[in-house]
């Protein structure tokens, strides 16, 4: 509408009150152009006469909060645009990403990797890829076929219980050029990072947020629970967050440390004087995933293994965490944390951590711990409201896993659980039988 020159409709006419908002002539039916005065009256009065909700609480609100709503939901349509395919994800979670992926008006077929570049090359869009479950060739394919890649990843506030575990996200991020945890290259959020303006009032919602995360003590797995280990008086103490050892942000944002055993050998000696809690990641602990250490390898290094405080009420605790890459180190920051980072996870290089690793070239601006926050839980992931099914907000996404108020558990989850307890009794039994 705005490319044209004039538009024939009534004042009465949506079109004509939204064609006066952009100052394109409207012609009414009597041939004269209609007073641009008046549709802007006019459109007062029908924005004024409406009354408007929260579409999430169901609570009223004014029309600025509704156009604030829109306005993020067209964001979210725009960055779907052009999408021609989706490869690589698991047949659990592809109901919720055929919900982030919708453009308005459709989502994009889940196809073969093979079937998904042709039907990318020839529709001359972008393949969606889950990165760990596509073949190491694909992205040279890609490349080679003039076939761009948008690469999908779980977000930083995702949901109640673990991805290993079948629990569907509640957020993703969608990355046209790399992905978040791979700091060999440049990706959209660490070019947000680097160049964004970072206006006061985005900062001050950032703030807000943040607050809200941190009162109702939400991580990226919902809320914390547990016992609270008993920490020594008078000593420094450190808190040494493990991962899992072939994850691609420990393979590519880890810096070259080899796994959670070289990472725990590295806390040590930078910390000899400390005592050292390790904290298994919890997909490890459930069985799931690999870099299991046996606890007597732990206690080599580190003075105490935890597995059941809340991890947030461990985090205030210590005098510092240590982290490889995860983003244990980045819910840290948000608590006002002093945090080491021996790889170089998104939120190390900008002035915000003590950094062990040699620095990213493209990073060294200095952010502001909010700054840091709005471009990774505002600007950067999509969220998906567990009860409406549209598309949200972090400050609903937080309210949401606060409340318990997220997927039921489905018979796929309970029998994953069951089998990540079956793996981990089998790890411990061999441990007990070779001593």
Not at 58 to 83: F, T, Y
Not at 206 to 215: E, K, Y
Not at 301 to 312: C, K, V, W
Not at 365 to 383: Q, T
Request: net charge neutral; hydrophobic share 45%.
């Amino acid at each position: 509408m705005a490319q044209a020159q004039s538009v024939e409709a009534g004042i009465e006419d949506e079109l004509a009150l939204v064609a006066g908002l952009l100052e394109v002539p409207v012609i009414g039916p009597d041939g004269v152009r209609i007073n641009p005065d008046l549709l802007r009256a006019t459109l007062k009065h029908r924005i004024g006469a409406a009354h408007y909700r929260d579409c999430f609480t169901g609570e009223p609100v004014g029309a600025e909060h509704a156009v604030a709503q829109l306005a993020d939901w067209r964001r979210h349509l725009d960055g779907n645009q052009g999408i021609a395919a989706a490869t690589g994800m698991a047949f659990w979670k592809r109901e919720a990403i055929r919900h982030f992926l919708w453009d308005g008006q459709r989502s994009p077929p889940f196809l073969s990797p093979r079937r998904g570049l042709r039907r990318a090359r020839y529709g001359q869009g972008a393949l969606a890829i889950w990165p760990s479950r596509v073949p190491p060739t694909l992205v040279a394919q890609a490349q080679a076929q003039g076939v761009a890649l948008a690469r999908v990843e779980d977000g930083f506030l995702r949901s109640r219980g673990l991805g290993a575990a079948l629990h569907p996200p509640g957020s993703i991020v969608v990355d046209r050029s790399g992905i978040y945890y791979n700091a060999l290259a440049a990706n959209d959020l660490e070019t947000l990072l680097a160049t964004q303006d970072f206006p006061p009032a985005l900062v001050e919602r950032a703030a807000r947020l943040r607050g809200r995360i941190c009162a109702s003590g939400v991580t990226k797995y919902g809320q914390d629970a547990g016992q609270m280990l008993d920490l020594p008086t008078g000593r420094r103490t450190v808190l040494a967050i493990g991962q899992v050892d072939d994850d691609l942000s420990v393979q590519l944002g880890g810096a070259g440390v080899a796994d959670n055993l070289d990472f725990l050998a590295r806390v040590r000696r930078a910390e000899p004087d400390a005592w050292i809690i390790y904290r298994p990641h919890p997909d490890v602990q459930a069985g799931h995933r690999k870099g299991h250490l046996a606890d007597a390898t732990v206690l080599a290094h580190a003075n105490a293994i935890d597995s059941g405080s809340p991890l947030m009420a461990l985090v205030q605790a210590v005098d510092e965490v240590h982290v490889l890459s995860s983003l244990t180190g980045f819910e840290a920051l948000m608590r006002g944390c002093r945090v080491t980072v021996h790889g170089m996870p998104f939120y190390a290089g900008w002035g915000l951590t003590r950094d062990l690793a040699e620095p990213v070239g493209r990073r060294g601006r200095r952010l502001l711990l909010d700054e840091l926050v709005a471009a990774a839980l505002i600007l950067y992931p999509r969220y998906l409201d567990p009860v409406t099914r549209l598309p949200c907000g972090p400050e609903v996404m937080t309210d949401r896993l606060a409340s318990g108020t997220m997927e039921p558990t489905t018979w796929l989850i309970r029998l994953r659980s069951v089998q990540g307890k079956l793996r981990r009794f089998m790890t411990l039994t061999a441990e007990y039988v070779h001593g």
